[in-house]
């Protein structure tokens, strides 16, 4: 049987990971607050510090941390060139010249350092929320925490619990719907299907038998699958129990007040604290 | 022992919308089934017995005639309560007769087994304490308990059958219908399958209907009964109904 892993959670025990969940997210969410709010450079260095400082209580390999970086190339290299040329400073630019004797590009000290504080954002950010939910979190309990956080929408009659019931569904039949996939190939090659040859369009043209048997198999799922439920009683969101409560430790309860803190600091340090004279004008 | 299911006249056939000529896949069964027997129902493919199962679950109502479940009545238009009872009279035998069916991939809900399991007991609104105790217990009662945080997929179909076997017995019924659910399992997975059955009916005395077409689980059971073309064709003892020249009397033909 294929081996699927939803996501890219890394099985440990790490402070992180015992963590309530609701804790996680709502930390996470500080954290990228925090993040779009520093204007100083040394609210930047207190949150790198911080990343950090969680990426070593994680556990996570290095390694893996940087795989999941890696697709981030492409955007970080074009927003930096998109920060590198756009930004106009009030010193001498490095080079200025005329491109087809109409476009002017020039490129000022204080283009660089905002694009690599804005590479730098982008980079705690996507690091910062894999490490507290990706990472450390498995599905299921994100999903289960994102229904608790949100079950205040369910008084403006937002059916929050279907949404997470869907979510738990969803995330049952991805390696199911998967191994279909895969038999769906396996007897489609068999009789002679050529899925890696030919141009794209042919390539794209061959994944239609694939993908009708697919869908017709999901329906007829979705339709066991609905009358199963039925047949154990359920009907909704109303009146239901569940196995699991999740409880806020007083330790969960620390953690969050210590991420407030954090944005505080942040704040705080956006507004007192003195810059250096080479970030004028560049945040 | 007191007659736990009792049909009467029992019909129906599929209506495929205006205009077309319903198809009849039951008409006229009469049988009883005591609490804490344990029946086979055989038929081959059309025969009706899957219909007979969603019927006494209430999945379908009947066309024609009654059901009677531990005394409650059911016809055309549902159970015999006030509308406004209906519902929850719907669920009460929903609760009261579990269901198992074909495709063990179909009808596990949730990412993790225990979970699954308690997907029925907390459909009830059953306070958490007593919904731990429950998993555990039918967990126990399949042996699958090692199993409790396994994602379903990680299982083969004879272990997620028993998954779904708990699911079904977290929620205390006093008849679980098995309807084909040992057709697209291998043969060892089969073997868990029917053992636990037998276990559930001697040690836990629950009902056990058990709609197959292979006769060697139907030999198992403690009573046959052989539907064909939607009318019983035989009741009796496996030793009755396999006898060469039919020693179970022939109903109906």
């Not at chain 1, 660089?112 to 507290?132: D, E, N, P, Q």
């Not at chain 1, 007897?187 to 794209?200: C, I, P, T, V």
């Not at chain 2, 609490?35 to 209430?58: C, I, R």
Request: net charge neutral; charged share 20%; aromatic share 8%.
């Amino acid at each position: 049987m294929r081996d699927v892993t939803l996501g890219q959670y890394f099985h440990a025990s790490s402070l992180l990971h015992r963590l309530d969940p609701r804790i996680k997210i709502l930390s996470a969410i500080l954290l990228i607050v925090g993040l779009f709010s520093a204007t100083s450079l040394w609210c930047y260095a207190f949150l790198t510090a911080l990343v950090l400082l969680l990426a070593a209580i994680s556990g996570i390999p290095l390694r893996m941390i940087l795989k999941s970086v890696r697709p981030l190339c492409f955007v970080l290299v074009f927003t930096s060139l998109i920060a590198a040329f756009m930004t106009k400073g009030d010193g001498d630019p490095f080079f200025s010249f005329l491109l087809f004797s109409r476009l002017r590009i020039e490129m000022y000290p204080e283009g660089l350092i905002r694009a690599a504080l804005l590479s730098l954002r982008i980079l705690l950010l996507v690091i910062a929320t894999g490490l507290f939910l990706t990472y450390t979190t498995t599905p299921t309990s994100l999903t289960d925490a994102l229904e608790r956080l949100l079950h205040p929408l369910t008084y403006l009659k937002i059916p929050v619990y279907d949404f997470a019931m869907m979510m738990t569904i969803a995330l049952r039949f991805v390696p199911t719907l998967m191994e279909e996939t895969d038999r769906i190939m396996c007897a489609q090659k068999a009789r002679g299907a050529d899925f890696s040859s030919g141009s794209l369009f042919r390539r794209i043209r061959a994944l239609v038998p694939i993908i009708i048997p697919l869908f017709v198999s999901s329906f007829r799922r979705a339709v066991e699958l609905a009358t199963a439920m039925e047949c154990r009683c359920y009907r909704g969101g109303a009146g239901r129990t569940r196995l699991r409560t999740m409880r806020c430790r007083p330790a969960d309860w620390l953690f969050l007040a210590v991420a407030a803190v954090c944005l505080a600091a942040v704040f705080v340090g956006n507004a007192y604290l003195p810059e250096p004279s080479f970030m004028r004008g560049v945040l | 022992m007191s007659d736990f299911i009792r049909t009467e006249h029992l019909s129906f056939s599929y209506d495929d919308g205006e205009g077309a000529t319903p198809i009849p896949a039951l008409s006229d069964v009469n049988v009883t089934i005591q609490k804490g027997e344990y029946v086979a129902v055989l038929g081959h493919n059309g025969s009706g017995k899957s219909t007979f199962a969603k019927l006494l679950n209430l999945i379908l109502l009947p066309t024609e005639g009654k059901l009677f479940i531990d005394g409650t009545e059911v016809g055309p238009e549902g159970v015999a309560v006030p509308p406004e009872l209906e519902e929850d009279a719907t669920f009460a035998i929903r609760k009261r007769i579990g269901m198992v069916f074909q495709n063990p991939d179909n009808q596990l809900v949730a990412t993790m087994v225990e979970e699954d399991v308690a997907f029925g007991p907390e459909n009830l609104g059953i306070p958490q304490a007593e919904i731990r105790v429950r998993v555990d217990e039918a967990l126990a009662a399949v042996g699958m308990e090692a199993y409790k945080e396994t994602a379903p997929h990680r299982l083969s179909g004879g272990q997620k059958q028993r998954v779904a076997v708990a699911g079904v017995i977290a929620m205390k019924p006093d008849c679980i219908v098995f309807d084909e659910s040992t057709a697209m399992l291998d043969p060892s997975g089969r073997r868990e399958v029917v053992l636990t059955m037998e276990k559930l009916n001697r040690e836990e005395g629950i009902t056990i209907l058990h709609i197959t077409h292979y006769m060697e689980e139907a030999a198992k059971a403690d009573r046959v009964i052989v539907i064909n073309d939607g009318s019983i064709l035989l009741d009796g003892t496996p030793a009755e109904v396999f006898q060469p020249r039919g020693g179970a009397a022939p109903r109906g033909a």
